[in-house]
Each structure stands twice: as structure tokens, then as C-alpha cells.
């Protein structure tokens, strides 16, 4: 039986399908509609539309991947979704302060589209979520002394021993 999924990876694959349905869609509807781009457009804005665009496609392409793989247990994923969202955030805060430094307005969907960063970045980074994610042998019970799986005293599993003999060598002690 395995266990139950909890609703931060839930949430995140929810959200994660999302953003590649978005930014799949606006990548391809920038390719289509780039013939039709006004003939006065500076050739380095039309590349740099078609750039985002290609990149908005592979970010979506990604997204989806890992939005099928995120419920999949084990510490690949998890630190694949971390990177994932990480990378993001800095993306869009680079993007931010680049058009800020240019004099232009940051794009509309700047505020939201951090937003999700944000929030998929601290919903993988719960413990909750990490638990989930984490091997079964790291989620057995702690020891009471708080470091990794129960275990006797001395760090290492219990094995059986043979009794001892007694001082005079009569018998078990």
C-alpha cells in the first residue's frame, strides 16, 4: 500500500501542469502570430520576442516532465523540483530589475508568475513535502536521541551475541 500523498505535492503537480498549459499556449500563439509582426519592429525586439517565446516553450516542456514526475517518491525529484523553482525566481527577478535598468516597464504577468515561483518553491521546501519525498529508510522513526532511525545505543543495528562465560568459567552469566 502506498502511502498517502500529501497536498503540497499535490498542489505543486496541479500547479506545475498549469504553468506549462499557459506558457505552452503563449509560446506557441508568439511563433504563430510572428509573421504577422509589424514591418517598423526593431529586429532585436522581434529576436528577443522569438527567444522568450522558444524559452517559454522549453520551460513549459520541462514543467510538464516534472509535473508528471512529482509524485514519484525519492530525493532526485524533490531536489529537481527545488532547482526547478529556484532557478525560476532568479529568472524573473533578473528579468525584473534588467527592464527596470532599461527604463521599460516590466511585463504584466511579472508579479503573478513570481508568485508561483514563490509559492511552489516554499510548498516543496515543507517538511511535510520533504518527508514524502524522502527513502523509506530515512522516514522510520526517529531515535530518541533525534539523529536518523531508531537504533540502540551505540549508532549501529543490535546483532546477537553469544552469553558470556562467568569468571570461573562455569556456565552463562
Given at each position: 500500500?502506498?502511502?498517502?500523498?500529501?497536498?503540497?505535492?499535490?498542489?505543486?503537480?496541479?500547479?506545475?501542469?498549469?504553468?506549462?498549459?499557459?506558457?505552452?499556449?503563449?509560446?506557441?500563439?508568439?511563433?504563430?502570430?510572428?509573421?504577422?509582426?509589424?514591418?517598423?519592429?526593431?529586429?532585436?525586439?522581434?529576436?528577443?520576442?522569438?527567444?522568450?517565446?522558444?524559452?517559454?516553450?522549453?520551460?513549459?516542456?520541462?514543467a510538464l516532465t516534472l509535473g508528471f514526475l512529482a509524485r514519484r517518491r525519492g530525493p532526485v525529484v524533490r531536489?529537481?523540483?527545488?532547482?526547478?523553482?529556484?532557478?525560476?525566481?532568479?529568472?524573473?527577478?533578473?528579468?525584473?530589475?534588467?527592464?527596470?535598468?532599461?527604463?521599460?516597464?516590466?511585463?504584466?504577468?511579472?508579479?503573478?508568475?513570481?508568485?508561483?515561483?514563490?509559492?511552489?518553491?516554499?510548498?516543496?521546501?515543507?517538511?511535510?513535502?520533504?518527508?514524502?519525498?524522502?527513502?523509506?529508510?530515512?522516514?522510520?522513526?526517529?531515535?530518541?536521541?533525534?539523529?536518523?532511525?531508531?537504533?540502540?545505543?551505540?549508532?549501529?543495528?543490535?546483532?546477537?551475541?553469544?552469553?558470556?562465560?562467568t569468571p570461573n568459567g562455569h556456565g552463562p552469566r
Amino acid at each position: 500500500m502506498s502511502p498517502r500523498v500529501p497536498g503540497a505535492v499535490k498542489t505543486v503537480q496541479v500547479l506545475l501542469f498549469v504553468y506549462a498549459g499557459l506558457s505552452l499556449l503563449g509560446g506557441v500563439f508568439v511563433l504563430l502570430t510572428a509573421p504577422l509582426a509589424p514591418d517598423d519592429m526593431p529586429a532585436e525586439v522581434f529576436v528577443s520576442t522569438l527567444v522568450g517565446a522558444v524559452g517559454g516553450i522549453v520551460l513549459a516542456l520541462v514543467a510538464l516532465t516534472l509535473g508528471f514526475l512529482a509524485r514519484r517518491r525519492g530525493p532526485v525529484v524533490r531536489w529537481s523540483l527545488v532547482t526547478f523553482f529556484a532557478l525560476g525566481l532568479i529568472l524573473m527577478v533578473v528579468t525584473f530589475a534588467l527592464n527596470v535598468e532599461a527604463g521599460l516597464d516590466p511585463p504584466g504577468e511579472t508579479g503573478p508568475v513570481t508568485v508561483f515561483w514563490l509559492l511552489s518553491l516554499i510548498l516543496v521546501l515543507l517538511p511535510s513535502t520533504g518527508s514524502y519525498y524522502r527513502k523509506a529508510s530515512e522516514r522510520a522513526a526517529p531515535a530518541p536521541w533525534g539523529h536518523g532511525p531508531a537504533q540502540p545505543h551505540g549508532g549501529h543495528p543490535a546483532h546477537p551475541q553469544p552469553p558470556m562465560a562467568t569468571p570461573n568459567g562455569h556456565g552463562p552469566r
